[in-house]
């Protein structure tokens, strides 16, 4: 992973209370940008998605696996980068069971529990994790 | 394509995400600070700290698409179609960027989002304006029919 953080450092962006985006590019070069109910940490290196209805982001995956994740830290609403490669689709097992749990308790929050239904749990290997400026950093230099 | 119809996405302190891609596929994004627009023309602001891969890319392949999504209700649209331009970083990008910080996080704390926490999505400074003629609306809301071409 080239970066100047490590997943490690942004779990708890992973907590669900803000929702990230995800951005992605189809064959044709034509961006989309999209928001995510969960991204679940995997181990140092891979998250996981949920997949539920983002169809052109799945499309755009199937023809190109790049994609940039943008996380909220839920406590300061500083922004993380992820640039992430698809790796491979789960759609039983462990992993998926976590997701749907999970997917689950944030649709009865959100009043979706119709809407929300996972398909599978997209796993992405990691290659960059970068800090976006924002004024929180700016406050603490201030503060040194 | 006329954005009348878009008005309800356009005037509210909707959440702003803003996408590019590279030659070779690579996609990035940014948070999007301010909105307005003409009767064919989106402009949302970016802040320049915070997009200066996004705003190098941006000026090569001229791609762009925009995400406007209300916060409450989580209805919304993607727009896409070809940049028009990038401009200068402007006083005015920077006030109207603040302004609109100011309305979308009193719009989040209906969320029950205090001040605190959404202060990091913010940084002051060089703020310019992105400006594109939308030609394809898509239904962003969640559900079935997210994605769908309006």
Redesign the interface.
Known sequence: MSSTMTLSDVRDCLEGV?PA?I???S?A???????LSKVRYVDQEHIALTNQ????TVENIEQ?P???I?L????????VRL?VCFVRREASGNLFEQLRAELDAIASL?G?QG??RLKSADVYRVIRCEP???????DHDQQR | MKLEALREWITEPVAI?????D?????????GFGIGSTATELHVGV?D??ARELLEVMRR?R?????L?HPNT?L?R?L?GPLLRIDEPSVEAAHEAVAYFGRFVKALALLG?TP?????????GSTRWLRMQPDAI?D?S???M??RAL
């Open positions: 803000l985006v951005a992605t590019c064959a070069g034509v961006p989309n940008v999209t928001y209805f983002f169809s052109k190109n790049r994609a940039q943008t909220l830290r839920p406590r300061t609403g500083q922004q640039d959100m979706m809407v929300f976006v400026p924002s004024d929180v950093d700016a | 995400q803003i996408a590019t891609a030659e070779t596929g690579t996609p990035f994004s940014v948070r802040i700290s915070q392949t791609r762009i698409a925009v995400n999504t989580l919304g993607q896409k989002l605190e926490q959404c202060h990091g999505m913010f940084h002051a898509f962003q969640p559900g079935a997210s994605g």
